[in-house]
């Protein structure tokens, strides 16, 4: 007689995923807006739009950690990373002017590990929590075969509106705006193939102590910082007419994304210092200044033009809600064809 076969028996552990709802909810429910109908557990979440917009506008995005998982799973360090996961997605749709409304996550691994998984959702929850986005809901898929023992993918996907009347979009940028910089906490989730490839090569101390306290296991890892609530408070006193968020292709590539058609972006290398880790993975790796530019952010996360004239009074209110804040330079008009972001 053929014997009888489970899901089970095919590497998909159903009460193990049922544990990992029960071990999230509290993580979650924490996270919860006034907007958020209903909590975890239903085939779809809903949420209404707060009756503060007149005419709101959602606006949504989607990313994921890239290979920094492959320093997760090397290094057994995962809280960290679903910091990251909300990171890249809501300081994303915040350039436009978004206050982040809900984020879902997409957990998939070949034999789920209930208190690795629960690990990554809480970092998701605590990023949440940063940004003021309601954790509401994802999907955990297991899903034997498809991924190497102990290795996971995770995807974000974050939701926002902005009053239409408000959004960001970089039009009104001129000649003779300027261009603060609100400091990184590091690489954040970008350049890691890079990264680890130096690792590899220069094979460091990574439990040394490395800089103010902090090892370079833990510089490398730190995970991406939120600028969430500081850029909505700011928005409510100041007229930023652009912002950046500082990730793959780093100041060189990324504030462009911004700027009308006849502007540039002119960034003086000396008004930010270079933080320690950049500097150990240029040396390490022999990375050229300009290639360091294109692709690691280099100490600056988020990058926001405001009118000259506000230029001061935003630094300082900024640096007031926790930012460190630097004046990287100035909009100027285009010469021709060139690049549209300069650092020299």
């Not at 990992?20 to 429910?29: G, Q, S, T, Y």
């Not at 998982?69 to 890249?88: C, P, Q, R, S």
């Not at 090569?201 to 910082?225: M, W, Y």
């Not at 006193?237 to 502007?263: D, S, Y």
Request: hydrophobic share 40%; aromatic share 6%; glycine share 12%.
């Amino acid at each position: 007689m053929t014997q009888s076969l489970s899901y089970r028996d095919a590497g998909v552990d159903i009460d193990a995923g049922d544990q990992l709802v029960e071990n999230i909810k509290p993580f979650a429910k924490r996270t919860l807006r006034p907007e958020v109908l209903g909590g975890l557990g239903g085939f779809g979440a809903l949420v209404e739009i707060s009756k503060k917009y007149q005419n709101p506008v959602l606006v949504s995005g989607t990313d994921g950690v890239g290979t920094k998982l492959k320093l997760a799973f090397e290094w057994d360090i995962h809280h960290t990373v679903g910091i990251d996961l909300v990171a890249m997605s809501v300081n994303d749709i915040l350039v436009q002017g978004a206050e982040p409304l809900f984020f879902l996550d997409y957990f998939a691994c070949g034999k789920l590990d209930v208190a690795r998984a629960t690990d990554v959702i809480k970092g998701i929850a605590e990023g949440c929590e940063q940004s003021g986005c309601a954790l509401i809901g994802g999907e955990t898929a297991e899903m034997p075969g498809m991924y190497p023992e102990g290795e996971y993918d995770l995807a974000g996907f974050a939701v926002g509106v902005v009053e239409k009347s408000k959004v960001i979009n970089g039009r009104s940028i001129r000649p003779g705006d300027v261009v603060l910089g609100l400091a990184s906490n590091g690489t954040h989730s970008n350049g890691y193939s890079l990264i680890r490839k130096i690792i590899e090569r220069s094979n460091p101390n990574l439990d040394a102590e490395f800089d103010g306290g902090k090892t370079l296991r833990q510089a490398v890892i730190a995970p991406t910082r939120l600028y969430v609530k500081p850029i909505l408070a700011a928005l409510e006193k100041f007229e930023i007419k652009g912002m950046a968020h500082i990730t793959g292709g780093g100041l060189t590539e990324n504030i462009p994304r911004v700027l009308p058609e006849n502007c540039v972006a002119q960034i003086d290398a000396q008004s930010w210092p270079l933080p320690k880790l950049f500097q150990w993975l240029q040396q390490a790796g022999n990375v050229e200044r300009q290639e360091m530019y294109r692709t690691f952010n280099c100490g600056i996360g988020m990058a926001v033009i405001v009118p000259a004239e506000q230029a001061d009074a935003a630094q300082a209110f900024l640096a007031e809600q926790g930012e460190t804040v630097y004046r990287l330079g100035t909009i100027r008009e285009r010469a021709g064809s060139e690049h549209q972001t300069q650092v020299a």
